[in-house]
Each structure stands twice: as structure tokens, then as C-alpha cells.
């Protein structure tokens, strides 16, 4: 069963806009990490946001917002005032916690390829 | 020093050829990962390194060897590759313990096989 589900394969945007970015989780895990990750056509995997499965307050990081709705699973990510940069794929991925150290690797979504009009 | 460096960044090999890709992190992270990610696909964990202990191997086919000389420096040694393991590879470390904070990866190599 799929971990991490991103059901937009791709989103456009006009810029200064506000984008929201669906991601849905599955664990039985109590304790849990959710990250949002951009990447570029360059590659490199860019941190965006974190959010613990025992935070209270919805994570922010600048332009960045993390919509968490613990008892629905879900983690989504907002973008506020959207810029021409922000054009990349996007990845929700998830860390189990646990004693072993595999179920600390993350587990990615199928990623969102959004898109910044002018 | 919040950065994990891979190189090459680009590396284009023959079926017969032996090659290594680095990864080296200097952040004093203990659990290190080598992703694999194919055009359009996320990422796929390969391997997981804890205390520089082999600690996770996702099935991977045997002409990936990696190794963790010391608790800087992941490499991922290639031989006898086929043209479907062309794909992008990363390397992330972690630290150990404490909260489930962010990886932190390096920019990947990306693999031609011809």
C-alpha cells in the first residue's frame, strides 16, 4: 500500500498566486516526520518544511506553509505569492520513527510538477 | 558546514567499466542513504548506513556495492551496470536519534549508461 499519496502529477499557478499541493500519509507509527522537498530540473532535493506527527502548530518557513490534518492523514503544502522560481516538481515524504534505523529513511510521494505563469 | 557533496555530478560509464560515485558529509551525521531516481520517478531508497554499518539493503542487484570508509564519506562503487540503472543518484545523511528532523541531500549524480 502506497506510504505517501500526491494525486496532482501536475498543478499550474499564476504568479503572486497561493498554490496548495495535496499530500496524504499512511502509518500506524505514533511518531512520524513530514517533509516537503522541491526539486529542480537541476536535480538537487531542496528542503522546504517539516512538520512533527506531535507538533501542535502548523509548520512555516517564509512563503512556505504546512497544512497538517492529523486525524485525516493529510500534510499539504502551501505556497503563498508564487514566483516564476517556484516552477519545479515538489515531493511529500515521510519518516517512520522506530528503533531501527530503516524506518528512518524516507518515503517519497510520486511528487507534483508545478508550474508559475507569468 | 550544512552540506552534503556528491561527485561526480555527471558520470557517463560502458557495461564493463568500473566506477565509484562519492558522497561526503562533514555535518557529523551517523545515518547516511543512497537514493535512486529514475526520469519523473521519486526517489527509491538503495541503501542505509548507520554508525558506518550496512544496515538496510533494498534487494539491490550486486553490481551496486556501497561502503562507508568512515563516518564522512558514503561511496557507491558500480560495476557491470546495465543501461536501465541510467538514473540520478543521492546520497542524504541524517542525524541519529533526537527528533525526526529533515535529510539533507547532497545534488546527485547523474548516471548514463551506454
Known amino acids: 500500500a502506497q506510504k505517501i499519496t500526491q494525486t496532482q502529477p501536475g498543478m499550474f499557478v499564476q504568479e503572486k498566486e497561493a498554490v496548495t499541493l495535496d499530500c496524504t500519509y499512511d502509518?500506524?507509527?505514533?511518531?512520524?516526520?513530514l517533509f516537503w522537498y522541491k526539486q529542480p530540473s537541476s536535480g538537487e532535493m531542496i528542503f522546504l518544511i517539516y512538520?512533527?506527527?506531535?507538533?501542535?502548530q502548523n509548520a512555516t518557513e517564509g512563503r512556505y506553509s504546512l497544512n497538517f490534518q492529523k486525524a485525516r492523514k493529510s500534510a499539504n503544502l502551501v505556497i503563498s505569492a508564487s514566483q516564476l522560481g517556484d516552477s519545479a516538481m515538489y515531493f511529500c515524504a515521510m519518516r517512520e520513527g522506530g528503533p531501527e534505523t530503516g524506518r528512518r529513511a524516507l518515503t517519497f510521494g510520486s511528487g507534483t510538477r508545478l508550474q508559475v505563469q507569468p | 558546514d550544512t552540506e552534503v557533496t556528491q561527485t561526480p555530478k555527471h558520470l557517463v560509464m560502458g557495461m564493463t567499466n568500473k566506477k565509484s560515485l562519492k558522497c561526503e558529509q562533514h555535518?557529523?551525521?551517523?545515518?547516511m542513504y543512497w537514493y535512486k531516481q529514475k526520469a519523473k520517478k521519486p526517489p527509491e531508497l538503495m541503501f542505509v548506513y548507520s554508525y558506518e554499518k550496512l544496515s538496510i539493503n533494498e534487494s539491490v542487484p550486486s553490481r551496486f556495492s556501497p561502503e562507508c570508509p568512515n563516518s564522512s564519506l558514503l561511496n557507491l562503487h558500480l560495476h557491470a551496470l546495465q543501461p536501465e540503472d541510467s538514473a540520478l543518484y543521492l546520497c542524504?545523511?541524517?542525524?541519529?536519534?533526537?527528533?525526526?528532523?529533515?535529510?539533507?541531500f547532497g545534488q546527485g549524480t547523474r548516471l548514463t549508461v551506454v
Open positions: 542524504a545523511s541524517s542525524p541519529r536519534g533526537g527528533p525526526l528532523r529533515e535529510a539533507f
Open positions: 555535518m557529523g551525521h551517523r545515518a
Open positions: 502509518t500506524s507509527d505514533p511518531s512520524y516526520g
Open positions: 512538520q512533527g506527527s506531535y507538533d501542535q
